[in-house]
């Protein structure tokens, strides 16, 4: 046979096994076009899945292996509950501890008291220790007691007024009474000064409205 047919009739087989392929490719490119242009509304098998999948994370610990393992048969038959189930937790009202804290502290928002010992105690010991000796750690709390600066008790009532680094404000905390006799602890008994710490002394350095920031930047 000449070679010229031979390769005709090659080429007019290969055209004809061809054809179909190339079809069922362009159809089956305009198919994964008209998914991947499927308006996002529109609910499919896969978004129907999806939901079903979405975690619930208040559901019932009596669901699951955890529930199934560690629950009683009523536990188990009992109506949904929450993971942390607050029920059978007491009300603070009948907290027994919280009563030891409100006599600690007195109140919620600012100190009752106008004892300058208790207040130091309660308020100055956790960072200057209960002799105002001070004390080194995360941050450098300076000794209150034997130290020279407690002399000028107007130091002492401005700082307590206005907060200094990383010690707070007790501008809403204390009233004048108040800031006066922890002044007066301070002054007197932890350093042996003789000077007197009214209120008035307070009142001339109180301002109508408390930091907002940091006084010492």
Same mark, same amino acid.
């Given at each position: 046979?000449?070679?010229?047919?031979?390769?005709?009739?090659?080429?007019?087989?290969?055209?004809?096994?061809? $054809?179909?392929?190339? $079809? $069922?490719?362009?159809? !089956?490119?305009?198919?994964?076009?008209?998914?991947?242009?499927?308006?996002?509304?529109?609910?499919?098998?896969?978004?129907?899945? %999806?939901?079903?999948?979405?975690?619930? #994370?208040?559901? !019932?610990?009596?669901?699951?292996?955890?529930?199934?393992?560690?629950? !009683?048969?009523? %536990?188990?038959?009992?109506? +949904?509950?929450?993971?942390?189930?607050? !029920? *059978?937790?007491?009300?603070?009202?009948?907290?027994?501890?919280?009563?030891?804290?409100?006599? +600690? &502290? %007195?109140?919620?928002?600012? &100190?009752?008291?106008?004892?300058?010992? +208790?207040?130091?105690?309660? *308020?100055?010991?956790?960072?200057?220790?209960? %002799?105002?000796?001070?004390?080194?750690?995360?941050?450098?709390?300076?000794?209150?007691?034997?130290?020279?600066?407690?002399?000028?008790?107007? #130091?002492?009532?401005?700082? $307590?007024?206005?907060?200094? @680094?990383?010690?707070? *404000? &007790?501008?809403?905390?204390?009233?004048?009474?108040?800031?006066?006799?922890?002044?007066?602890?301070?002054?007197?008994?932890?350093?042996? &000064?003789?000077?007197?710490?009214?209120?008035?002394?307070?009142?001339?350095? @109180?301002?109508?409205?408390?930091?907002?920031?940091?006084?010492?930047?």
């Amino acid at each position: 046979m000449d070679n010229a047919i031979v390769k005709k009739t090659i080429r007019e087989n290969t055209t004809s096994k061809m $054809l179909p392929v190339m $079809l $069922l490719s362009v159809m !089956s490119g305009a198919v994964v076009m008209g998914c991947s242009q499927q308006a996002d509304d529109v609910e499919t098998v896969a978004s129907v899945q %999806e939901a079903d999948l979405a975690p619930d #994370y208040q559901a !019932s610990r009596n669901t699951g292996s955890w529930g199934g393992v560690y629950m !009683s048969r009523d %536990e188990l038959k009992a109506p +949904k509950i929450n993971v942390v189930d607050d !029920s *059978s937790l007491p009300s603070m009202t009948q907290d027994a501890s919280l009563s030891k804290w409100e006599a +600690k &502290f %007195e109140g919620t928002n600012a &100190f009752v008291t106008t004892d300058g010992k +208790k207040l130091y105690h309660d *308020s100055c010991a956790g960072c200057h220790m209960h %002799e105002g000796q001070g004390a080194y750690g995360a941050g450098y709390y300076p000794p209150l007691a034997n130290n020279s600066k407690m002399q000028s008790k107007y #130091y002492i009532i401005d700082i $307590l007024i206005n907060g200094f @680094r990383g010690m707070p *404000s &007790f501008h809403m905390m204390m009233d004048d009474e108040q800031m006066a006799a922890v002044t007066q602890y301070v002054v007197s008994d932890l350093n042996g &000064f003789t000077d007197t710490v009214t209120a008035a002394d307070v009142a001339k350095l @109180r301002h109508a409205n408390p930091p907002g920031y940091d006084p010492s930047e």
